[in-house]
Antibody, heavy 120, light 107 residues
Framework: QVQLVQSGAEVKKPGSSVKVSCKASGGTFSNFDINWVRQAPGQGLEWMGRIIPIPGLTNYAQKFQGRVAITADKSTNTAYMEVTSLRSEDTAFYYC?????????????WGQGTLVTVSS | DIQMTQSPSTVSASVGDRVTITCRASQSISPWLAWYQQKPGKAPKLLIYKTSTLESGVPSRFSGSGSGTDFTLTISSLQPDDFATYYCQHYTSSVYTFGQGTKLEIK
């Protein structure tokens, strides 16, 4: 059974960084992209970026370019998403979601979400 | 960049009603359109992809249609479990764009 399990909730100060993990099980890690989606409280879904674990290729939504870094550790089937220079507007749930790397596919499995709260 | 616009933002309906939600793209995207359902405190769930293909395990009362820039999600007979927020998504191999969401409320 496919599962994406994310790390726990975080509380961060403005200006700091946060790194959220997403561990995949039940599928072949190298066959799927891992995407990250943000959802501010009471708001809609916003795609941030993705990684193809092999060869580690990434691309980002323009809004997040330069402030977000997505990485993957193939040895542990885990993807990571780091946001730097946090501000209050980054308070949100962050979800990882997979999509097949073999063509154009939507997100068929999602992590449970990680709440990141940015507050002084 | 392609923009996705859903309407209405909120719809009120009763159990047994037929409901249609619309998603419009700023340019032609056929057939690369998916629909998700999200309940409070939960991750979204894929319902339909490639405009009209039902994801495994999704009830047949859900259906999708459309082409070009205009797409619809239809729920033929609302069940209590269907009250949620629905999102459309345009997807490619490297860029993904969501609509702003439609909240389906109990009338």
């Amino acid at each position: 059974q496919v599962q994406l399990v994310q790390s726990g909730a975080e509380v961060k100060k403005p200006g700091s960084s946060v790194k959220v993990s997403c561990k995949a099980s039940g599928g072949t890690f190298s066959n799927f992209d891992i995407n990250w989606v943000r959802q501010a409280p009471g708001q809609g879904l916003e795609w941030m970026g993705r990684i193809i674990p092999i060869p580690g290729l990434t691309n980002y939504a323009q809004k997040f370019q330069g402030r977000v870094a997505i990485t993957a550790d193939k040895s542990t089937n885990t993807a990571y998403m780091e946001v730097t220079s946090l501000r209050s507007e980054d308070t949100a749930f962050y979800y990882c979601a997979r999509a097949s790397s073999n063509g154009w596919y939507p997100f068929d499995y999602w992590g449970q979400g990680t709440l990141v709260t940015v507050s002084s | 960049d392609i923009q996705m616009t859903q309407s209405p933002s909120t719809v009120s309906a009763s159990v047994g009603d037929r409901v249609t939600i619309t998603c419009r793209a700023s340019q032609s995207i056929s057939p690369w359109l998916a629909w998700y359902q999200q309940k409070p405190g939960k991750a979204p769930k894929l319902l339909i992809y490639k405009t009209s293909t039902l994801e495994s395990g999704v009830p047949s009362r859900f259906s999708g249609s459309g082409s070009g820039t205009d797409f619809t999600l239809t729920i033929s007979s609302l069940q209590p479990d269907d009250f949620a927020t629905y999102y459309c998504q345009h997807y490619t191999s490297s860029v993904y764009t969501f609509g702003q969401g439609t909240k389906l409320e109990i009338k």
